[in-house]
């Protein structure tokens, strides 16, 4: 889980790294150039297509770290639902600061925005369901906090945030330890002797793996690439048996087939698209 802290020093990190990116030790000359330090204006920031907002938490840190005098507005709420036109934020204040500010925060907002609206689609699809949509760690490097974030903005629920919070026991695991119960077990002892509070999930990838699983009641199963028909099988195997243990669906998960696989009854379906391959939401800023 994301703790606030967390959070906040991400956000502080993010911010900085992308403004030093832009404006590297000189800031923006070609606004230095034109306009003079007293020259005030307006500006809007827009939707110019159909989306789910993210980013807008990320407005007022962008300028308090430029030690900016613009003034912000945010008319919309992260999780808004935006039509082309929808005015996101106003801002007032130097000329030079909105426009040394303009392409960080529109950076983040679409690429936040757009990953919200993938991840909506997705939810929307199996809102008939009880499967939850969970993203991976398939995360722009450096981003990972806030597009886990727009991630839940867009309706769906983070994963594991890395390496650290979960024991996941994937497919390369397996193969070198010698098959799915020695991996287990190994899991269990490591957690039990040093980490009691971690959940343990397991991937396997035929019915025959996920049976061996079972034996050792892991918190969580993945169930890799099956078929749709597999899944069922063993969704129905937990609840005969009445097993407390979650599963997962995992593989090529896209959006014509995630409602098919929500129907199976598995109680999350992970998804690598909804970061990785999420195109910007189109944002603007207008000088007014």
Same mark, same amino acid.
């Given at each position: 889980?994301?703790?606030?802290?967390?959070?906040?020093?991400?956000?502080?990190?993010?911010?900085?790294?992308?403004?030093?990116?832009?404006? #590297?030790?000189? $800031?923006?000359?070609?606004?230095?150039?034109?306009?003079?330090?007293?020259?005030?204006?307006?500006?809007?920031?827009?939707?110019?297509?159909? &989306?789910?907002? +993210?980013?807008?938490?990320?407005?007022?840190?962008?300028?308090?770290?430029?030690? =900016?005098?613009?003034?912000?507005?945010?008319?919309?709420?992260?999780?808004?639902?935006?039509?082309? $036109?929808?005015?996101?934020?106003?801002? +007032?204040?130097?000329?030079?600061?909105?426009?040394?500010?303009?392409?960080?925060?529109?950076?983040?907002?679409?690429?936040? =925005?757009?990953?919200?609206?993938?991840?909506?689609?997705?939810?929307?699809?199996?809102?008939?369901?009880?499967?939850?949509?969970?993203?991976?760690?398939?995360?722009?490097? $450096?981003?990972?906090?806030?597009?886990?974030?727009?991630?839940?903005? &867009?309706? #769906?629920?983070?994963?594991?945030?890395?390496?650290?919070?979960?024991?996941?026991?994937?497919?390369?695991?397996?193969?070198? =330890? &010698? &098959?799915?119960?020695?991996?287990?077990?190994k899991a269990i002892e490591y957690r039990n002797s040093f980490h009691k509070s971690l959940k343990i999930e397991v991937e396997v990838q035929s019915v025959e793996e996920f049976e061996t699983a079972i034996e050792f009641n892991p918190d969580r199963i993945m169930l890799d690439n099956m078929s749709c028909n597999s899944m069922k099988h063993?969704?129905?195997?937990?609840?005969?048996?009445?097993?407390?243990?979650?599963?997962?669906?995992? #593989?090529?998960?896209?959006?014509?087939?995630?409602?098919?696989?929500?129907?199976? $009854?598995?109680?999350?379906?992970?998804? #690598?698209?909804?970061?990785?391959?999420?195109?910007?939401?189109?944002?603007?800023?207008?000088?007014?």
């Amino acid at each position: 889980m994301m703790t606030q802290e967390m959070m906040t020093d991400h956000i502080h990190r993010c911010v900085q790294n992308a403004l030093a990116e832009d404006l #590297g030790t000189d $800031g923006d000359v070609t606004s230095k150039a034109l306009f003079s330090e007293s020259d005030l204006a307006s500006a809007v920031i827009r939707s110019k297509s159909d &989306g789910i907002l +993210s980013g807008t938490y990320l407005i007022d840190p962008i300028f308090k770290t430029l030690n =900016s005098s613009v003034v912000v507005s945010c008319l919309c709420n992260d999780s808004t639902r935006l039509e082309p $036109g929808t005015t996101i934020a106003n801002l +007032s204040g130097p000329v030079n600061e909105i426009l040394a500010a303009e392409r960080t925060i529109l950076n983040f907002l679409q690429r936040l =925005s757009g990953i919200a609206t993938v991840t909506s689609n997705y939810a929307a699809s199996i809102a008939h369901t009880s499967a939850r949509l969970l993203d991976t760690r398939k995360t722009t490097p $450096g981003l990972r906090y806030l597009e886990k974030l727009a991630v839940v903005h &867009g309706g #769906g629920f983070n994963h594991r945030i890395g390496l650290f919070d979960m024991i996941l026991i994937k497919d390369t695991h397996v193969k070198r =330890s &010698g &098959g799915v119960a020695e991996a287990i077990k190994k899991a269990i002892e490591y957690r039990n002797s040093f980490h009691k509070s971690l959940k343990i999930e397991v991937e396997v990838q035929s019915v025959e793996e996920f049976e061996t699983a079972i034996e050792f009641n892991p918190d969580r199963i993945m169930l890799d690439n099956m078929s749709c028909n597999s899944m069922k099988h063993c969704v129905a195997i937990i609840k005969a048996r009445s097993l407390q243990i979650e599963t997962e669906a995992s #593989g090529n998960i896209t959006l014509e087939s995630i409602r098919t696989v929500a129907e199976t $009854g598995v109680d999350f379906i992970s998804s #690598g698209s909804i970061t990785h391959s999420a195109p910007s939401l189109d944002i603007h800023l207008l000088i007014t």
